[in-house]
């Protein structure tokens, strides 16, 4: 999400979809402490103030992406950012 931090208004979510990516460094991504967050339409960049602290948001970032939104981060059926769904009433 972005934030802004005078008031906390909500303005924009970044969504965990199959492009999703989480990059550290200088070389990937530009910043000497940044961590880099992508996803098919966007690209948050994350401006630490340490190399350590940038390193312990990516791994925790591509921690929750892995535990929490597997199943819409991997390949899915037909191009679709959510997987298939079993026994759904759903039709095409």
Not at 9 to 38: N, P, Q, R, W
Not at 40 to 48: H, V
Request: hydrophobic share 40%; proline share 2%; glycine share 6%.
């Amino acid at each position: 999400m972005y934030i802004r931090p005078e008031d906390g208004h909500i303005s924009d979510v970044l969504l965990m979809d199959s492009a999703f990516s989480v990059k550290c460094g200088l070389y990937l991504t530009g910043a000497s402490h940044g961590v880099l967050i992508e996803n098919f339409s966007r690209k948050l960049l994350l401006k630490c103030w340490t190399n350590r602290q940038a390193k312990e948001w990516a791994e925790q970032v591509q921690r929750v992406a892995n535990m929490q939104a597997y199943d819409y981060i991997q390949r899915n059926r037909f191009g679709s950012f959510a997987p298939a769904r079993e026994n759904t009433y759903a039709r095409w």
